[in-house]
Nanobody, 118 residues
Framework: QVQLVESGGGLVQSGGSLRLSCTASEASGILHMGWYRQAPGNQRELVASISSTGITNYEDSVKGRFTISRGNAKNTVYLQMNILKPEDTAAYYC?????????????WGQGTQVTVSS
């Protein structure tokens, strides 16, 4: 069973920065990793993702402010969040999708809270 361990959430003032980290227990077979977030009463939404080849994708509201990157070992993903806004407040979840032959497997972290005060 793959485990994802997240860190880096917290409380920050509007305009500040935070960096989230996520490490997967298994490095082999990762197709892509990403960060999702869910605010109370809202659906979980994709914030940013990065493929095994380094292709990135961002939700429109975070473009230019957030940057997703991978560590050298490829089983760690970071989310650098700058110019944070109160509307970025949410629980942030790391996601990893693995491919084994024709099958794909989805894994999630436990979530880390990001709170941005105005």
């Amino acid at each position: 069973q793959v485990q994802l361990v997240e860190s880096g959430g917290g409380l920050v003032q509007s305009g500040g920065s935070l960096r989230l980290s996520c490490t997967a227990s298994e490095a082999s077979g990762i197709l892509h990793m990403g960060w999702y977030r869910q605010a109370p009463g809202n659906q979980r939404e994709l914030v940013a993702s990065i493929s095994s080849t380094g292709i990135t994708n961002y939700e429109d509201s975070v473009k230019g402010r957030f940057t997703i990157s991978r560590g050298n070992a490829k089983n760690t993903v970071y989310l650098q969040m700058n110019i944070l806004k109160p509307e970025d407040t949410a629980a942030y979840y790391c996601n990893a999708v693995y491919g084994v032959g024709p099958y794909k497997f989805d894994y999630w972290g436990q979530g880390t809270q990001v709170t941005v005060s105005s």
